[in-house]
């Protein structure tokens, strides 16, 4: 069974202090990997799609690399506004119907 | 705007009356899909649908119903609303059934007493 794991479940930093969210996965056959941000209350909104190890992508204070094994997200100098819930998820060869697994998310919260 | 919406965004009802939560889409894409949104939970998938008339379950189907007459419109029913699907429900789409991003809409919180 596809599986994916984020951690840590929260993160706070203070403005300007970078750090990196996990996702691990555990996907027959890795076709995609996902990264979304979510406000509370609204949609999750696009970030990246990775399709495979050593892949990097980059926009404004946000990096998102990918391992055979793993996915991080890397936050530069965040802001407050850069305060969301982060959320990846994998699509296997498994993934019938298109289905993305979903990990638990990173509440991220930062601080002024 | 290149968009998903929903309707409603909001709604309590009561157990048994049936519902419809309906999505639209306006980025020509072939696929849909709804998700409900539990603390704990994550993201589960509840039904997908390739292209017109082509609808398939997904993770957590029970109590629910789908339908794809149209390419932009993928409404989600709930024929007897239980207790157990008070959620927020996405409805999402992408471009094919490829490996591509899926784009959310802003969500529907349903609360059934």
């Known amino acids: 069974e596809d599986q994916v794991t984020q951690s840590p479940e929260a993160l706070r930093l203070q403005e300007g202090e970078s750090s990196s969210l996990n996702c691990s996965y555990t996907?027959?056959?890795?076709?995609?990997l996902f990264w979304y941000r979510q406000d509370p209350g609204k949609g999750p909104e696009f970030l990246f799609t990775l399709y495979s190890a050593g892949e990097e992508k980059e926009k404004e204070r946000l990096k998102a690399t990918l391992t055979k094994k793993e996915s991080f997200l890397h936050i530069t100098a965040p802001k407050p506004e850069d305060s969301a819930t982060y959320l990846c998820?994998?699509?296997?060869?498994?993934?019938?119907?298109?289905?993305?697994?979903f990990g638990g998310g990173t509440r991220l919260m930062v601080k002024p | 705007e290149a968009q998903v919406t929903q309707n409603p965004r909001y709604l309590i009802t009561v157990t048994g009356k049936k519902l419809t939560v309906t999505c639209s889409q306006n980025m020509n894409h072939e696929y849909m899909s709804w998700y409900r949104q539990d603390p704990g939970l994550g993201l589960r998938q509840i039904y997908y649908s390739m292209n017109v008339e082509v609808t398939d379950k997904g993770d957590v189907p029970e109590g629910y119903k789908v339908s794809r007459k149209e390419k932009r419109n993928f409404p989600l029913i709930l024929e007897s609303p239980s207790p157990n699907q008070t959620s927020l429900y996405f409805c999402?789409?992408?471009?094919?059934?490829?490996?591509?991003?899926?784009?959310f809409g802003p969500g529907t919180r349903l609360t059934v007493t």
């Open positions: 999402a789409s992408k471009r094919t059934s490829g490996f591509y991003e899926q784009y």
């Open positions: 996907v027959s056959g890795l076709r995609g």
């Open positions: 998820a994998a699509h296997g060869n498994n993934n019938a119907g298109n289905m993305l697994t």
